[in-house]
């Protein structure tokens, strides 16, 4: 029997096939291993190929197809657009991948109440774009804005440039939808902004599809601001710029944007999109944001560029355009892809550690990269402390993932040792789940494990992720029937 079909007899896996068919449509069930491929992998590292796909439409139907998952006792991953950065779209154990990229429609759109209800599927910039052409924003903005998807989002708790000052995903989601291990519709929290009972809400986002598969997310808008400015400032070492971020907060400034992004990206990016115009002597460029009411923002942001004079700078520039703002954000949302100019495979990590230790933690990660023979790029959110080193490497030389992942490894012990965590905002997928005994003890982790086993005794959803192994792994479900949730 094929380890591909997850212990199913041939016979019992077309009976499964019939079943999802019956389900979503003959059309939206995907089994064969050219039509898998796509779902293998996500924007880590790591692979692993589902057994089945299936693409459905609303959630009635997925409703049906995870009680058909539970029959069958196969895992069940939900998949947005599957660019995560951990793994955490990767079916580890095989199983049903459920797609939402058909569920994307925008509900409702109420700029009275300032809300919008939306299917997972919605792509975040398209959610951004209804909004803004209501005089609204949707605030949380990750770099990947253009493809990821809402439902991919709320799982993974995704942050992005603004978060210093904007917060991430949780801070914007006011209720849920979603379907239950046993297949049940349940909707958490309400369209105003507080709740009454558990903060369910609360606790589905940020747990990387492990609890259910969210088929509706109301989300609160706010009002564009009146004004912005933002503004580039190129620095002659990483430490001075990290310096800087630590003396602007320090001074009680809160920019809704501070990133960094070192030598190496600016080559990147000098090569890949050439029309940013970045200062080429620079070792570290800092993009500082200000955005408001424009009553005293010049104020503020000539307060900042002052800061920023005070450490030396090469160069303190001003988008004086809106095109000019926004070459300067295609640079920086563009870095990831930008680094594929240097190198054919980079794997990012993503820790997160107090503002004010940045300096020496980034010389420590420069000398994990030359201990292993890797080159280390660096672009983060320095506001708040979230770096995220890209680890360059040429997947086809033997041995160099085995390098990349122990170098990522030893970064994230790092972060720890500094008083930081293991991430700020990919969320701990199948790539350091291993690492968080490293920063929680035991009980703290069981206490997880048990609120997780409430949901999904025999841990169907996205199992073998977030928790070290065994412990994460999927369980039988007729074990699970009797002996129900243990930690
Ligand atoms: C170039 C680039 C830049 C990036 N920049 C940022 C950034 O600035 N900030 C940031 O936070 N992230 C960033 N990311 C990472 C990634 O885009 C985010 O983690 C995003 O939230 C993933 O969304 P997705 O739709 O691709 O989800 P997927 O990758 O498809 O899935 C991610 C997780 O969500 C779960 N999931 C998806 N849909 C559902 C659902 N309906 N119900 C339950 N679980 C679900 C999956 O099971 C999986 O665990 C970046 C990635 C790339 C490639």
Not at 94 to 113: A, H, K, P, Q
Not at 158 to 187: C, K, M, Q, S
């Amino acid at each position: 029997m094929s380890s591909s079909t997850n212990g199913l007899s041939p016979r019992r896996f077309d009976q499964l096939l019939d079943a999802l068919r019956d389900a979503a449509g003959r059309e939206h069930v995907l089994h064969h291993p050219q039509d898998l491929l796509l779902y293998e992998y996500d924007g880590s590292v790591s692979r692993r190929m589902p057994d089945v796909v299936v693409l459905p439409e609303t959630a009635e139907q997925i409703a049906v197809v995870v009680r058909i998952a539970g029959r069958y006792d196969l895992p069940i991953v939900a998949r947005g657009s599957g660019t995560s950065l951990s793994g955490a779209a990767v079916p580890r154990e095989g199983g049903i991948v459920v797609s939402t990229s058909r569920m994307n429609r925008i509900l409702e759109m109420d700029f009275r109440d300032a809300r919008a209800i939306v299917e997972p599927g919605v792509v975040n910039l398209n959610l951004t774009r209804a909004a803004m052409a209501g005089g609204f924003n949707y605030l949380p903005d990750p770099s990947s804005e253009k493809a990821c998807s809402i439902g991919g989002n709320v799982a993974l708790n995704a942050g992005g440039p603004h978060t210093i000052a904007w917060g991430v995903t949780t801070n914007h989601v006011t209720g849920l939808e979603f379907v239950t291990a046993d297949g049940r519709i349940v909707r958490t929290g309400t369209l105003a902004p507080e709740t009454s009972g558990y903060d369910l809400t609360g606790l589905l986002v940020g747990s990387e599809g492990t609890l259910g598969i969210v088929t509706r997310i109301a989300v609160r808008l706010v009002h564009l601001l009146e004004s912005v400015r933002t503004m580039l400032v190129a620095f002659d070492t990483v430490d001075t710029a990290s310096a800087a971020v630590s003396e602007i907060i320090a001074r009680g400034i809160v920019p809704t944007s501070l990133e960094l992004m070192d030598q190496i990206c600016v080559r990147a990016i000098s090569k890949w999109m050439p029309s940013a115009n970045l200062p080429q002597d620079a070792d570290a460029i800092l993009i500082i944001e200000v955005e408001g009411v424009e009553d005293g923002l010049e104020q503020t942001a000539a307060e900042i560029a002052a800061i920023c004079t005070d450490s030396g700078p090469l160069e303190v520039r001003r988008a004086a355009t809106a095109a000019e703002r926004d070459s300067l954000w295609a640079a920086r949302k563009g870095t990831f892809g930008a680094i594929g100019v240097l190198a054919p495979n980079y794997y990012v990590q993503d820790g997160v550690v107090p503002r004010s230790r940045l300096p020496e933690v980034l010389r420590q990660v420069y000398e994990i990269g030359t201990k292993y023979g890797l080159e280390i790029a660096n672009v983060f959110h320095a506001g708040d402390g979230n770096i995220h080193p890209l680890i360059l490497f040429d997947d086809a030389e033997p041995g160099a993932l085995e390098r990349v992942h122990a170098a990522g490894t030893e970064i994230l012990r790092v972060c720890i040792a500094a008083g930081g965590t293991l991430t700020g905002e990919h969320g701990l997928g199948m790539e350091k789940n291993e690492q968080l005994p490293e920063l929680l003890d035991p009980a703290d982790i069981a206490a997880m494990i048990a609120v997780r086993d409430v949901f999904s005794p025999a841990r169907l959803f996205n199992p073998s992720k977030i928790f070290p192994l065994p412990l994460s792994a999927r369980r039988p479900v007729a074990e699970t029937a009797v002996a129900g949730p243990t930690a």
